[in-house]
C-alpha cells in the first residue's frame, strides 16, 4: 500500500492516544476498597492486565461481590475523579489535527464505555469534530481482538480496508485489524510494549503517535 492510497486511519485509545493506566487502576482500587472492604488484587495494578477486559468480567473474576454494584462504584469514580490522571501521549492532539489537515479520515474504535471515553477525550483537549467516528463498547457486544468493532468504524467512516490502518497498542488490536483487513500498526510506547507486539507481526512499529505522519505520509491525492 502506498502512502497516497492511505484514506483513513482509526485508533485505539487507552495506550494509544492517551495514557489512563493510573486513573484506570484508581477507579477499580476504589471499587473494591469502597464496595468490598479489600485492597486491589495485586495482579491488577498493572494497567495493561485491565485493558481488553470489560469492568464486569474483571469483578466477575476478581471478586466474589455483586459485579454490577462494583461496576457502578468502578464507574462513578472513574467519572467523578479518576479520569482527571489521564493525559495524552505526547503529539497525539497535533497528530490528529495534522492527519486532518491532510484530508485523512480519523477516527476511534476502542472497547471502552463511552461515558468514560469522551471524558477523557474532552480532558485531554481532543476534539471529537476531528473524529469521522467513534466505536465504543456501546456500539458493539463484539469486541477486539473480534474484527467486528473495526469494521463497524470503517463503515461509519464511509471508509474500505484497502486504504485504512488501525493503531493500537495491544494484541488484540493488532488481530482485529488483520481480520477486518486493514492495515496495522503497533504502538509500541503503549501499554503492552513492542515485545508484545512483534509476535503479531503489525505491518509498522511506532514509538510515538506521531509517526503516523512520517512513516504513513497521507496526503490529499
Known sequence: MTASRTRGVLFDLDGTLIDSGRAIVAAYRHA???????PLPAPLEDPHVLMAPRPHEIFTTWSDGDADELVALY????????????????AAVRTLEELDRRG????????KSRSRMLLDLEWVG??????RCIITADDSVERKPDPTPVLLGLSRAGLVPESSWYVGDGPQDVLAGRAAGV???GAGYGYYGAAALEP???DLMLDGPEDVLSVLSPSRD
Open 32 to 38: 473494591f476498597e469502597h464496595g468490598r472492604g479489600v
Open 126 to 131: 481532543i476534539d471529537t469534530s476531528l473524529l
Open 104 to 111: 485523512v479520515v480519523t477516527g476511534i474504535v476502542t472497547n
Open 183 to 185: 492495515r496495522t500498526a
Open 200 to 202: 503479531h507481526r503489525p
Open 75 to 90: 464507574s462513578e469514580h472513574y467519572l467523578d475523579t479518576a479520569h482527571r490522571q489521564v493525559v495524552a501521549y505526547p
